[in-house]
């Protein structure tokens, strides 16, 4: 990640997960005189981290830190008696990957 991506990174993070304007972007997370020179100068980093997946960009073009999963959080069932179901009509569903697996594909 080169440093202007990292300024862009670490400004957005201040915002816990709202959508930013690129136009903001651009001109909170650098100085005042590179925002003079080119108002659009975060415009490139921004693309090219929704494409490395550290970004979101929602429909209105404002972009987010992209929140994290956690991995390994325990699956709870709707109701335990679609858990009863499922098991009952030999279905299992993979902890890791949370496909379903019947006793057929085994």
Do not use: A, C, T
């Given at each position: 990640m080169s440093s202007d991506e990292r300024e862009i990174y670490n400004y957005l993070q201040t915002w816990n997960?709202?959508?930013i304007n690129a136009k903001e972007i651009s001109r909170r997370a650098g100085t005042k005189r590179r925002?003079?020179?080119?108002?659009d100068w975060a415009k490139p980093f921004?693309?090219?981290?929704?494409?490395?997946?550290l970004l979101e960009k929602d429909l209105?073009?404002?972009?987010?830190?992209?929140?994290?999963?956690?991995?390994?959080?325990?699956?709870?069932?709707?109701s335990p008696d679609i858990e009863k179901i499922l098991n009952d009509g030999g279905v299992t569903i993979d902890e890791e990957t949370g496909n379903s697996v019947t006793d057929e594909s085994l």
């Open positions: 997960g709202e959508f925002y003079h020179e080119d108002p921004l693309l090219s981290m929704v494409d490395n997946g209105n073009g404002r972009f987010r830190v992209k929140p994290e999963r956690k991995k390994g959080h325990n699956q709870k069932w709707i």
